[in-house]
């Protein structure tokens, strides 16, 4: 406790009264005006008290006795404040005494009462008396839950500095990990690539070798495909903006258990609502982590995907039937270096979208739950509910003669895709190119436009994915024929798109075998589906 000086106060003396709780104050004017003054003293908010040199408690008002945890207030007094105060706190207490008689001194001691430890703050200075003797004012005000708050908002402060600095070393660790994946592998196959089309190219007189080359670069290059796809996948799975949480989650989940031989299984309540893409990425993320947590800790042989939103709350859930967390890396603030971000950054993740993580856990598994609060979401809706974000797109009518050539409208977002359709159609002198989208609302007013016989559509694009274009191209009076040409090979893509009512699907791999053929069976009036592509999975 430090000193600080002051004027010295006017001299009051206190004596106890015969038969009554109060004290009386010597040396006033009148009875009447100690009763007045006690009354005060009675009411105040602030612990009041006297105390001889020694720490004996003369007098106590209600609010002090209170502060130490003593009932009745005239009980404290005659005791020694030392039997309320912790013992680390006495020989702090005696100095301070020792000081009190000359100065006034402030500072904070530890009181034990009812069981637990409280933070006082503690003012003493001396009262002097007519009759020479010096005793002790004493002014508390408990700042309990003012400790407690400072330094829950420390260690909050401190463990979002930890939480901050393990992300960004998480996040440098990642892009080394995918810069020596992208050299060490993929750059080595393109390298490989680029030697065996040269070979190629330098054998064109020999058929033969120049076909082994070729046939060895087109292998090479549909593996380099799927290994870009595969880690595009893991950073950002596109099912989650085409299909939603459930899909990405039922996807993830697969993956999950054929990479690792964890048992994963999924508890998804049909028809969920779209949530914003924000809010379906954190409940991914929080899967992905928990996920990982089974992995590389629990040592559990299963685990369990649960996903339901209702009364107004989504609520996610990823149990296990291992090992456990401890207690103390479960305590929010507590350091949880051990485990990289996972716990810290699933809660900082839900607490920015107004959700909340609670983790449950005992030696026969965790529970991890994640809850958030719907509200209206606004601009995330069913294909059927997308008219209102397409109406921009509104159709410029125009009649065009029926062509001899039947004609093909491409929606892709990249234009080397478009590029490379174009190219490989232009031998074809029973097909045309009459125009190119490159997102989702583009497409939805061409194909109203041009009025193609048929439309080769992606599935993922900026605006509105195809999916939802092919919702709203349906609606039109005489739609035209959909061919859906993706990259995608996830296990539910046929029967997505099928739901969908499209006409069928090419694999975007396998566009040299299946785009023509695909496109002529589809203007034929059949349909085009590969169940054998659409088992291939790359999670």
Known sequence: MGKKKSAARPPLKYSRPSGGNGAHLAGGNSNSRDQVLLALLEDLDTGVANLSREGLILYANRRFAGILGVRGFATATGSSIQRYISAASWDSLNSALAAAVEAPIHGEMRINASGETRVVRLSLGPIFAKDGTTTIRAVASEVTELVKTSQELRDSKASLYSLSARLLQSQDEERRRIARDLHDITGQELAVLGMSLELAARNLESPKKAREALTESVALAHKIEDEIRTLSYLLHPPLLDELGLGSALSWYAEGFQKRTKIRVDTQ??????????????????VVQESLANVLRHSGSPTARISLSMDAGVARLSVEDQGKGISREILTPGRDTT??????????????????????????????????????????????????????????????????????????DDHEVTRHGVVSLLAGELDIEVCGEAQDGLEVVAKAKELKPDLVLL???????????????????????????????????LEENIRSAHCDGYVLKSNASRDLIRGIRAVLDGDKFYNPEAARAQTA
Request: proline share 9%; charged share 20%; glycine share 10%.
């Open 458 to 492: 992606d599935l993922t694009m900026p605006r509105a994915g195809g999916l939802t274009a092919a919702y709203e191209i349906r609606k039109m009076d005489a739609p035209p024929k959909i061919l859906i040409f993706t990259n995608h090979s996830y296990h539910t």
């Open 338 to 411: 051990g485990l990289g971000v996972g716990i810290a950054g699933m809660r900082e993740r839900l607490l920015q979208i107004g959700g909340t993580l609670e983790i449950n856990s005992t030696g026969s598994g965790t529970t991890v739950v994640a809850t958030l609060p719907l509200a209206k979401q606004e601009g995330h809706s069913e294909p059927g509910q997308a008219s209102r974000h397409l109406d921009e797109a509104q159709a410029r009518p125009a009649a065009l003669p029926i062509p001899v050539r039947k004609r093909i409208l491409i929606a």
């Open 268 to 285: 998804i309540a049909p028809n969920l609502p779209r949530l914003s893409p924000g809010d379906e990425t954190t409940f991914f993320r």
